[in-house]
């Protein structure tokens, strides 16, 4: 090699290696469509920067919470349908009681009777309904805001529970999938050992 004319021959074979190696990362990442991991196996990935033992007790910790927020919200929902139930209960009680009350003053002989004193408790009810609501859909509304006072009344604070299960639900699924990257290429390492 002449160094007089300050070039350096590189061989050839190291210049076919290198174009080589450069074509297999290049088919590589775009078959990955850029999703190509190139941190250190066995480490957690990057939005989790707790160790594995850390991560499994957290794990542990969300799977307990969402056990606990699913029983509150069957509890919940049981209360719910047993007041709202009992609401509804109330109003078919309140016009059996005014059937009653209209027989035992005497206003209620026969089956007819029912079924005019019936017929009027339902007009005056429209025509109240008219007075306060103007129509059977702000009826609907009205009734839908009543159903919706008496869940927050029934749920509290626990309003947003469905959200929060859910919201706990996603990061406990994250943290699986964490923990089982962490524990691929460790079980790997082991299997290639043994």
Same mark, same amino acid.
């Given at each position: 090699?002449?160094?007089?004319?300050?070039?350096?021959?590189?061989?050839?074979?190291?210049?076919?290696?290198?174009?080589?190696?450069?074509?297999?990362?290049?088919?590589?990442?775009?078959?990955?469509?850029?999703?190509?991991?190139?941190?250190?196996?066995?480490?957690?990935? +990057?939005?989790?920067?707790?160790?594995?033992?850390?991560?499994?007790?957290?794990?542990?910790?969300?799977?307990?919470?969402?056990?606990?927020?699913?029983?509150?919200?069957?509890?919940?929902?049981?209360?719910?349908?047993?007041?709202?139930?009992?609401?509804?209960?109330?109003?078919?009680?309140?016009?059996?009681?005014?059937?009653?009350?209209?027989?035992?003053?005497?206003?209620?002989?026969?089956?007819?009777?029912?079924?005019?004193?019936?017929?009027?408790?339902?007009?005056?009810?429209?025509?109240?309904?008219?007075?306060?609501?103007?129509?059977?859909?702000?009826?609907?509304?009205?009734?839908?805001?009543?159903?919706?006072?008496?869940?927050?009344?029934?749920?509290?604070?626990?309003?947003?529970?469905?959200?929060?299960?859910?919201?706990?639900?996603?990061?406990?699924?994250?943290? +699986?999938?964490?923990?089982?990257?962490?524990?691929?290429?460790?079980?790997?390492?082991?299997?290639?050992?043994?």
């Amino acid at each position: 090699m002449n160094m007089s004319q300050g070039k350096v021959k590189v061989p050839f074979w190291l210049i076919v290696f290198i174009v080589v190696f450069l074509f297999i990362a290049l088919i590589v990442y775009i078959g990955s469509f850029g999703n190509v991991d190139l941190g250190v196996e066995g480490s957690l990935p +990057k939005e989790f920067k707790e160790d594995r033992n850390k991560a499994q007790e957290r794990h542990n910790k969300l799977f307990q919470l969402i056990e606990k927020q699913i029983e509150v919200r069957t509890l919940l929902e049981r209360r719910f349908k047993v007041i709202y139930f009992g609401v509804r209960t109330l109003f078919v009680l309140l016009w059996i009681g005014l059937l009653f009350g209209g027989y035992f003053l005497g206003y209620i002989k026969d089956l007819e009777d029912i079924l005019n004193y019936s017929e009027a408790i339902l007009l005056i009810a429209f025509v109240l309904n008219f007075l306060c609501f103007g129509s059977l859909t702000n009826l609907q509304l009205t009734l839908q805001h009543i159903k919706n006072r008496l869940e927050n009344w029934v749920y509290g604070k626990h309003i947003s529970i469905q959200d929060q299960i859910n919201k706990n639900q996603l990061e406990l699924f994250q943290l +699986k999938d964490s923990i089982s990257k962490v524990n691929e290429p460790l079980s790997l390492v082991k299997t290639s050992e043994g």
